[in-house]
């Protein structure tokens, strides 16, 4: 799938930390405990002894996008440019996620461009978005557009433009069983959504890196 995602998504859902109300440790391994039990597995053997702690920490690690807010990440920024207001593409930002559906893992490659207005962000500040809105539950479509959304309202920029190309372990570990498809998403933001040709430019930069 290749879409273009026009509809903005809610400042509050991009721009805020996430309001968060989390349950204590204990509460945690009790719930892991019970799947473990709906596996059909004995969660008092010896292997699965530790593994809701385990479980609780590698959880703490692979959604800590909710403690962090993205803005915050942007808001450094370098006017000292020489001038320079074309393209800037930061390509091959591999990430991983997981689906808000079925809470299996995402894993993908992102690819963000923007055109700046007199200032820029630091590289790395893209890549850490990237990975803010990736360490939470999510869909595609909406990290796409919560990626463009805020470098959009915090930079200000002339334009925004991400693609996406993620695999989706809910289709190739459950369902249909598809390994090795491949989901394609995309937004345009500014000039990049009012001009074709610009759209094709930033296209053409990230297709032409991976030859």
């Known amino acids: 799938m290749d879409a273009v995602l026009k509809k903005p998504m809610p400042k509050s859902d991009y721009l805020d930390k996430p309001s ?10 009790s719930a892991v405990r019970t799947l473990l039990r709906w596996t059909g597995d004995d969660p008092d053997r010896e292997g699965l002894i530790d593994t809701p702690k385990r479980v609780a920490k590698a959880f703490l690690e ?7 807010c993205p803005a915050e990440e942007l808001g450094r920024t370098f006017e000292e440019v020489a001038g320079y207001d074309d393209l800037v593409l930061v ?9 808000e559906h079925h809470m299996v893992p995402i894993i993908g490659t992102a690819h963000v461009g923007y055109l700046p207005e007199g200032k820029v962000v630091g590289l790395s500040k893209i890549a850490r978005v990237v990975d803010i809105f ?41 369902g249909i069983r598809k390994q090795g498809s491949t989901t394609l998403t995309s937004t345009f933001t500014g000039v990049f ?19």
């Open 134 to 174: 990736a360490h939470r539950l999510q869909t595609q479509e909406a990290m796409t557009a919560q990626i463009a959304n805020v470098i959009q309202d915090v930079l200000n920029p002339r334009g925004v433009a991400v693609m996406i190309e993620a695999e989706h372990m809910c289709m190739a570990m459950r």
């Open 20 to 29: 968060t109300n989390r349950p204590d440790q204990a509460e945690v391994e």
């Open 91 to 99: 390509r091959d930002i591999q990430f991983h996620s997981h689906c």
């Open 62 to 68: 692979m959604f800590n996008g909710y403690d962090m």
């Open 193 to 211: 959504k009012d001009s074709p040709e610009e759209q094709l430019r930033f296209l053409t930069m990230v297709r032409h890196g991976n030859k």
